[in-house]
């Protein structure tokens, strides 16, 4: 059974700081999505992952995906109050099961 | 243009009723998906369908039926309402491929058994 953790689950940060949002999961798979939630809203696709080593940079977030140690980081590079919400990482389970398992999403507070 | 839209985007409702929330998608994709979110925030996947064809059916209680009339809505309705029904409910949908492809998700139904 795939399983998908993130951490932290909550993060309150500074403006300005730099800091990482971490996603493991436990079996193969190939491609992980990060997702974005604002407060009452809904989700919106932010990166997808496909393969060993790939990045991708949208303004002060960059995403990138180590499928040998199973792991995905987001980093937040001199955040911004706009930042602030709820990042889900999303497994695809692989091999004809078209379907994704989520990280419980970590919350992320920027302070002025 | 709306990409992904439900109906309603709240409900309000009293235990032991039946209601039905519906998702119309205008991204031109061929697999439409459930989701419920609790009050921690987490996803889980309840349905998917590609193309009127129910693909995934995790383990939710019977009383939730989808219902795909065209690859382009997906409804739910809901039997039977319990307090623990209480979340926000999302569709999704994406381009059908041999690999899982992005998808793109409505703006919730937030939903209250009272």
């Known amino acids: 059974e795939l399983k998908v953790e993130q951490n932290p689950l909550f993060l309150s940060m500074q403006e300005g700081k730099n800091y990482t949002i971490y996603c493991n999961y436990s079996?193969?798979?190939?491609?992980l999505y990060w997702y974005r939630q604002d407060p009452g809203k809904s989700l919106e696709s932010l990166f997808v992952l496909l393969s060993n080593g790939a990045v991708k940079q949208e303004g002060r977030l960059m995403a990138s995906l180590d499928t040998k140690a199973r792991l995905s980081t987001l980093h937040i590079t001199a955040a911004v109050h706009d930042l602030s919400a709820t990042y889900f990482c999303?497994?695809?389970?692989?091999?004809?099961?078209?379907?994704?398992?989520w990280g419980a999403g970590t919350k992320l507070i920027i302070k002025p | 243009d709306t990409a992904v839209s439900q109906t309603p985007k709240y409900l309000v409702t009293q235990m032991g009723n039946d209601k039905s929330i519906k998702c119309e998608q205008n991204l031109g994709h061929d697999t439409m998906y459930w989701y419920k979110q609790d009050s921690k925030k987490f996803l889980k996947i309840m349905f998917s369908y590609n193309n009127k064809e129910l693909i995934i059916n995790e383990t939710v209680p019977n009383r939730f039926s989808p219902k795909s009339p065209d690859k382009a809505h997906l409804n739910l309705h809901i039997n039977s309402l319990e307090l623990g029904d209480s979340a926000v409910y999302f569709c999704?949908?994406?381009?059908?491929?041999?690999?899982?492809?992005?998808?793109?998700f409505g703006p919730g139904t937030r939903l209250l058994v009272l």
């Open positions: 999704a949908s994406s381009q059908w491929g041999w690999v899982l492809k992005t998808q793109y």
């Open positions: 079996t193969t798979s190939d491609r």
């Open positions: 999303a497994v695809a389970l692989g091999g004809g099961n078209y379907q994704l398992i």
